[in-house]
């Protein structure tokens, strides 16, 4: 809670009252078991946002660094221009996309290599929203919070405008002639002292220039790096079958899955297709239903973690043993290798190894990336004697170009700068001078440097220590192909101009290779040309714009065999690093601005972080008993001390966080970036080293006598305690299909209202809901909602109109996790109604409750009688109506303004277009056709929405469904939307948590 006492809660009477406790008890946060008086007040008051206007105001300054990203968008767009060339809408769309004036274009989100299909919604030539592309392999139609932000992106005022040299505004014609000179130099001694550094790279176009460029250059050197690489997965496969090899998961067939340290759900390439994927085998029709069965063991709590049927808590150096007891439990024949003996779960493990070894080749284990070659190289051992490989997973070539260690790599190029070896280096993209392992020193390195030239989106960090700064064009602003997570080729097709006239890496390496005068579309096109008969050219071409991906392009699977000496490899694989003094710390990428890239995008930094829900700030994670042996509270600042560096980094005690380690998110504390992410967070790059780059021993907490405030929410919007979450086992439900069912009042003072027209409803799956927040997201960039900071957010006012509660149930140290995402009801009996003074809040003829903003007052009386607490209001002018923000908003949704309250709307305006395109058919709407911006978001598609009155419509026959139930129900507000109680699958031979 922001701004609470800094004294450490005493969490033994908290133990011993959830250890008495009978039945499931939920809850949201240490501070709530406490119940403090402090704590109290601020969640009982029924605003505790009340405070007086004048001291929670916003300075100038902080308006325009928090408004610049999300409102105040540089009125750009009534200047740009579509791209010259000829670019194809998305005409074969499935059904219910809603039509209107808007054109859909398919084209890709590239993120560290891998791309992920969308398709991007364009108002009069300037893009607005991004969705999935229900065609795409690696999407099927989901998206993730950063592909929904990405627009935001693009519009972005604190992009790099103007190309730099040394400081200074430059030209784009005064580059190439100082390039030119450079190139005539290469040209002479084969390019020797020419280097170039990349992220990971899988452009067919991209790869074929860095080809041409090594023939033209043969003493040129290429260097890849980005912080969040596939080093250990490579690696791991050369260890097991002598090469590097892609994994793809299969997870719709697999009975039993078991995660090591993997959160497939949430950041492992291919991310939303996995979670698609499982979602299919967690959803329950019938008492006949089956389920599959996930056992998770992590290092930092994930969404993975969340659902898992059973999962267990070890630090990060732990997992490499429990994966050798594993494998010794299955018969694998592992020598017994140097391991710290450690207070494993032993039961577990036999019980794991028993389920796996009974489903065959049906079963599948899985790790990440944190952990080390050795443990993805015995997993690849399990799998392959557990029959798994060609049914729940397989191989192929890999997607990267080159896939080399990318560590390795950069610290040879450091070594050559240091030497002075490198004349000139050549930068496309990623941000080294800011996410380099901190023992390399790349800022320092790089002023050795002769000649750098650094192709970014932002001025950032490398721009600031580079010689030339090219603006880098967005995503959305370029032509482009790119591969998916299995091996797809995507297109990228540019929705608008490069809006500062910025250059691609196809058109930077252009220069290189001297054909100045070909642009990122000739390159592309041109590439392709090669590939296909020139007969057929135009239609393939054309069709793969259309469908934004080229079909058949899939990598092929390989047969693979472990390597005769696969044991002795594994062995010199084995990770070095053993238990020292201290503590373990663990980096993880932030769950909403990842590595550092989405730092100046107010929309992920406002974004609730799925389990801390904590806003505007990165924390230092530690368990319970770890706060209480070390005596540190929430918000209290500590110095971490790792392999003699330090940061500074406020504490958020982590329930289910293993003891004796520290978890720090990569991504804040950046010294060079926009108004939006400047000051926000610290730097955890400063502590991480090439030789440890996921974990290590020896840290050291230091307490600095600091107090730093995190904004986080969750304790906003209490329901008061009441039965939110209902939730049983597979089993219990089998016995008991209707255990989520209550008797509901049936009299009311409401006069019955005969809906005959259209009856909107809502179903939630919580038994799919994986609580990553791209509904959010996606609800945000639908209906214009704006961004109000961290102070803001502190006092309960964010203004998202749809949330996603997360509860607790269990002990502090092993507790089970379960999401809620609660948005408006739409109550047929709303309580809402009753007490607006200026009728501002309506029900319509087919059940949507109505928020007429030029009515509304402000009274907040709605807000107060509802129950759900999901009415917003804007206490502020946070959405400044200016020309450039009407450019850039959604035209069909009213920008609201000081004084009034908002709420969800189930997105009316879809409705609105999809009525409007069904009467001038003269047919009804039809199910489907309609998707709020939520259930169009969703990777697994856990909401569901239509019309009642439709007895085919898929929300009429789910809401059917003996697991369906009202929150709240029994205070007769009769809801429209609706949950699918959770359900789990826990093994009878393990105690559930």
């Known amino acids: 809670m922001a701004g609470s006492s800094i004294k450490p809660l005493d969490l033994a009477p908290i133990r011993a009252r959830l250890a008495e406790a009978q039945g499931r008890a939920f809850w949201k946060s240490l501070e709530e078991l406490a119940g403090s008086e402090e704590f109290e007040r601020f969640l009982y008051q029924e605003f505790p946002f009340f405070r007086e206007l004048s001291q929670a105001s916003l300075s100038r300054r902080d308006f325009m660094r928090l408004m610049g990203a999300s409102l105040a968008l540089a009125g750009l ?243 490499e043993v429990l994966a050798l007891q594993l494998a010794r439990a299955l018969g694998i024949g592992v020598p017994r290798m140097e391991e710290t003996a450690s207070d494993l779960p032993e039961q577990w493990v036999r019980t794991v190894a028993e389920d796996l070894r009974q489903h065959r080749g049906t079963s599948l284990v899985i790790t990440g990336e944190k952990q080390p070659p050795f443990v993805h190289g015995l997993v690849h051992a399990v799998n392959q004697a557990l029959g798994n490989v060609g049914t729940t997973l397989t191989y192929s070539a890999p997607i990267a170009f080159n896939p080399r260690n990318q560590n390795e790599s950069l610290n040879h190029l450091v070594a050559q700068m240091d030497a002075g070896k490198v004349d000139t280096l050549i930068m496309l993209g990623g941000n080294p001078a800011y996410n380099a392992p901190a023992d390399l020193a790349f800022s320092k390195q790089l002023a050795k440097v002769k000649s750098s030239v650094y192709l970014g989106l932002y001025e950032d960090e490398t721009a600031t220590h580079s010689h030339w700064h090219i603006p880098e064009t967005h995503y959305l602003e370029r032509w482009g192909d790119a591969c998916a997570y299995e091996g797809t080729v995507s297109l990228l097709q540019p929705l608008i101009a490069p809006l500062y006239q910025g250059k691609s890496d196809y058109e930077l390496l252009a220069v290189l290779l001297g054909q100045t005068d070909r642009s990122d579309y000739d390159w592309v096109r041109g590439y392709w040309q090669k590939q296909w008969p020139k007969s057929d050219f135009k239609s393939i071409w054309n069709q793969a714009l259309q469908a934004g991906f080229i079909e058949g392009t899939a990598l092929r699977s390989k047969s693979v065999k472990l390597r005769d000496d696969w044991v002795a490899h594994l062995s010199r694989g084995q990770s070095k690093s053993k238990e020292t003094s201290g503590m373990e710390i663990i980096f993880m990428p932030d769950p909403t601005i990842w590595d550092g890239q989405f730092t100046n995008n107010g929309w992920l930094q406002e974004l ?24 540190l509270a929430n918000e209290e600042v500590v110095a971490l001390r790792y392999q003699e560096r330090q940061v500074q980094a406020p504490i958020w005690i982590m329930p289910g966080h293993p003891e004796g380690a520290v978890t720090v998110t990569l991504g804040y504390g950046r010294a060079k970036t926009g108004q939006v992410g400047a000051g926000t967070g610290f730097n955890a790059y400063a502590l991480r080293s090439s030789r440890a780059p996921w974990f290590g021993w020896g840290l050291e907490i230091v307490k600095t006598g600091k107090h730093h405030s995190l904004a986080t929410t969750q304790h906003h919007h209490s329901m008061e305690g009441r039965d939110i979450v209902r939730t049983a086992t597979l089993s219990e439900f089998r016995e008991n299909p209707y255990f989520a069912q209550q008797e509901l009042p049936s009299k009311s003072l409401y006069p019955q209202f005969n809906y005959s027209g259209y009856a909107w409803g809502m179903t939630i799956n919580q038994s799919t809901c994986i609580g990553c927040s791209a509904c959010i997201v996606a609800c945000q960039a639908e209906n214009n909602i704006p961004v109000v900071g961290k102070e803001q957010v502190s006092l309960g006012r964010e203004m998202h109109w749809l949330r996603i509660d997360r509860y607790y149930s269990g002990g502090l140290d092993d507790p089970r996790t379960y999401f809620q995402p609660v948005l408006c009801m739409h109550c047929e009996n709303a309580p809402c109604e009753l007490v607006c003074p200026t009728a501002a809040t309506v029900h319509d003829s087919e059940g949507l409750n109505l928020q007429v903003y030029n009515r509304c007052i402000g009274t907040r009386f709605c807000s107060n009688n509802c129950p759900y607490k999901v009415r917003r209001f804007n206490f502020l002018e946070y959405a400044k109506e200016t020309p450039s923000l009407v450019a850039q908003k959604n035209p069909e949704v009213t920008v609201r303004m000081r004084g009034v309250m908002e709420k969800c709307s189930y997105c009316i305006q879809r409705i609105s277009n999809a009525r409007i395109q069904a009467e001038l058919e003269e047919r009804r709407i039809q199910d489907g056709e309609v998707l709020t911006a939520c259930q169009a978001a969703c990777p697994t598609e856990a909401i569901v929405f239509g019309d009642l009155n439709d007895p085919e419509s898929q929300v009429g026959q789910v809401k059917v469904s003996p697991l369906n139930y009202a929150l709240l129900g029994e205070l007769n507000t009769r809801p429209r939307t609706t949950y699918l109680a959770k359900l789990t699958n826990p093994n009878p031979k393990l105690k559930e948590e």
């Open 77 to 319: 767009s009534a200047c740009s221009t579509p791209p010259p060339e000829e670019i194809l809408p998305y005409i074969r769309a499935p059904e219910g996309l809603v039509p209107g004036e808007s054109l859909f274009f398919a084209t890709a989100m590239p993120l560290d290599g891998f791309a992920t299909g969308v398709l991007v919604e364009s108002r009069m030539g300037r893009p607005t929203k991004v969705e999935g592309n229900p065609l795409h392999p690696a999407s099927l139609g989901g998206t993730d919070i950063f592909a929904q932000a990405s627009v935001l992106q693009l519009w972005d005022p604190d992009r790099a405008q103007v190309i730099s040299h040394r400081g200074e505004i430059s030209t784009w014609q005064a580059f190439l002639a100082a390039m030119g000179e450079k190139m005539r130099t290469f040209e002479g001694n084969q390019g020797k002292g020419l280097y170039l550094l990349t992220p990971t790279v899988s452009s067919p176009t991209l790869i074929s220039q860095l080809r041409t460029l090594g023939k033209r250059f043969p003493h040129a050197h290429w260097h890849q790096y980005q912080p969040i690489n596939q080093d250990n997965s490579y690696e791991g496969t050369r260890l097991a079958f002598g090469e590097s090899l892609e994994t793809r998961y299969h997870l719709e067939r697999a009975e039993v899955i078991l995660s090591l340290d993997g959160d497939f759900l949430g950041s492992l390439p291919g991310h939303l297709r996995y979670a698609r994927d499982f979602a299919k085998k967690r959803r329950v029709d019938s008492a006949q239903s089956t389920m599959n069965r996930l056992y998770v063991a992590e290092s930092s709590p994930t969404i993975t973690g969340t659902m898992a049927d059973h999962g267990v808590s070890l630090r990060a150096s732990q997992i």
């Open 608 to 631: 609730p972080k799925p389990l801390t829900k904590l806003t505007w700030d990165n924390a230092a994670l530690i368990s319970p008993r770890t706060a209480e042996k070390l005596g």
